[in-house]
């Protein structure tokens, strides 16, 4: 999997491209844990992410959490058979998907 990064201001917007599962999410969470720090806003672009995994879902909750009381965190971009992960696990709900 590939990640851009592009910050502009407070806001940070990471893209996905490949595969976000067991062998990615790693890189994708240490990631999110170590830019976060003056972002107000984070963005997921999944426009390219083909596949998310239960490992993936994690890290995304991680992000959530972090942030919670700084801002805001959005989901976009993401194809019909990563909405239907998000659906199945109750993700739809908890995260902001646009």
Known sequence: MTINKSLTGG????????????????DFEHLVKNELEDVTELVIDMEKLEYISSAGL??????????????????????????????????ASILNIE
């Open 58 to 91: 994690r890290v995304l909750l991680t992000a959530r959490k972090l942030m919670q009381n700084k801002g805001g965190m959005k989901i976009v971009g993401a194809n019909q058979l990563v909405k239907e992960v998000f659906e199945v696990t109750g993700f």
């Open 11 to 26: 806001k940070l917007t990471l893209s996905l491209d490949g595969r976000l599962d067991i062998l990615t999410a790693p």
